[in-house]
């Protein structure tokens, strides 16, 4: 049985998929820990014409208050069936710090979404979902 659960979310349309399996999932057995993730992409100095750079600490920040609420939007939606969660943004490229987080923490299961991705992009850039699946350290759940 799986105890502890990282459900890394985003605001995809995937979310409510993946949080209703993760609400069955602990209906079924309370003793579970979910950790939801959100990972934010770094932003770097942007140029913007001949000479002129956008300061990104803006941007950052912003980026940062966007990916509290939706944890914090996903973590009520959990509390109202019961669930409590631990909420945990991280900075980098999603794949990579999501396993990396699952192993450090000694996650049991990994439960992620799969968006629809045109062919383009998945052949362009890959999905997230399935580089998770190849590197996890522990099972992955992939939620439609």
Do not use: F
Not at 117 to 126: A, P
Request: aromatic share 2%; proline share 3%; net charge negative.
């Amino acid at each position: 049985m799986y105890k502890r659960i990282l459900v890394p979310i985003d605001d995809s349309d995937t979310v409510d998929s993946i949080l209703r399996e993760v609400s069955r999932m602990c209906a079924e057995h309370r003793d579970r820990t979910i950790i939801l993730l959100h990972v934010l992409r770094p932003v770097h100095g942007l140029s913007v014409g001949a000479g002129y750079v956008v300061d990104t600490g803006d941007v950052q920040t912003r980026m940062e208050q966007d990916g509290h609420q939706i944890l914090e939007r996903a973590s009520e939606r959990l509390s109202h069936v019961g669930v409590a969660s631990k909420l945990v943004l991280e900075w980098g490229e999603p794949a990579h710090e999501i396993s990396r987080y699952a192993e450090r923490e000694d996650v049991d299961l990994i439960v992620v979404g799969n968006k629809d991705k045109s062919l383009l992009d998945k052949l362009l850039s890959g999905s997230v979902s399935q580089r998770v699946v190849e590197k996890a350290p522990a099972d992955v759940l992939v939620v439609k």
